[in-house]
């Protein structure tokens, strides 16, 4: 497709992966999701689940009762996906997005606030709590905060009776959005650094949403672009491959520039499409976007990108050469395992080398793939391995739960070593 504004990812390209199926801090399903831009550290919001008692109450909630008062957890995940710490937002609301800067040597999580109870039709006790203002506070590993709590910044109210209000951060152009209902959903751009000292007095754009083409789940912005997620997760009513869509919209009309079905990560189970945010890695851009999984759970987080980068001679690289951790009784032959992902003529592939060896006489898991390797729907490949009795090739399969197996190891005729440097295969 042309690429005619400045921050325009193509969003039929190649998918790669920055989080595959990890647990959070609850069980309840991802809302959205920010990435530390020094640390790569990744914070996900999410319902409080029921049964929990918080610092000051008297005893366990139930899930209906958090998703009214608009009870948030946050889990912080390192870039290897290990969950690295937690905090509770009593009275925030649901979620819907969330900033994260780095700043004065700390991560500072931007978030809505004051919660209201919403819904139409519905009974009272049904009713789920959003935002009604945006804050910012310091991320503090195992504390629990109120909405009224000193260490929030002065909340930011785009107009009076505003509802719905959320917000996220573009690292790229160092501005704050803010999305809010008040007659029709609205977004605006703020200067970040203004923005933190408390001045919203002049933002830099506003635009009306247009049709994100079903339910809205997230949205992100990288330089004159505005990104948006919509769809479900997979049900009794919507069978695979789903209704997920991503939309491009440009910050200077509120034009749509692009609109698109994605079929990413089709194996995961329920693939609740939930959150967008923007990351530079390696001084290319990344537009990512998450899916709740499991059913019926507890839920996981998977988070998909896509990459700013070009193709080279027909070939994109959308995770470079890693290693990959062997299992106990496995060891590295000449050059240890690694795998890469790349994208060839709009084909995803994985690619692995090096080798290992042992004595196999099963069929065993080797090794345990990095999140950005690994695929939603098992995909396998002949390798070479030692000929013993006419038999010259093993099958190598990596699986949706990060597993990378070697197949055909017998009592009678072992596995002693195995080659993996022409294992190619489709990824999805």
Known sequence: MSIGVEGQIDITGPVGKLLHRRKLQNATVMQSFGIDPVTGDIFVLQV?????????????????????????????????????????????????????????GVSRLWTETASVPMGTNVPEEEKEGYGTAVTHFEFRDGTTIGSGSSQLAE??????????????????TNRVIVRFKSGSMTFESHDLDKARAGDWTAPLARINQPDAHGTFQGYASLGGVLYMLAGNGYSATLDPPGNTWLTAVDWATGAVLDQQFTAAAPGLELREPEGMAVSVRNGVPHLHFGFAGEEPGPRTCTILSLSGAPEVDGVKVLADWQPIPLASGVTADVRAPQGRLISIAGTTVLQLGGGVKGTF???????????????????????PRNNSGGVCTARA???????????????TNPITWAQLDNFSAVWR
């Open 397 to 411: 399969e990596a699986n949706s739960v990060r597993e990378l197996w070697l197949y055909g190891g017998r009592s």
């Open 155 to 172: 909340p930011y109210r785009p107009v009076a009776g505003a509802t719905n209000v959320t917000c996220t951060i573009d690292p790229t």
């Open 48 to 104: 409080v689940e029921g049964g929990l008692t918080l610092p000051g109450e008297s005893g366990p909630r139930t899930g209906a009762q958090r998703a009214y008062a608009g009870d948030l957890a946050v889990t912080r995940l390192d870039q290897a996906g290990a969950i690295t710490g937690h905090m509770y937002l009593q009275g925030f609301g649901h979620g819907v997005s969330m900033g994260v800067e780095h700043h004065d």
């Open 361 to 383: 006489d099963a069929d065993v898991r080797i090794g345990t793939l990095p999140d950005a390797l690994a695929p939603s729907m098992a995909t396998q490949g002949s390798v």
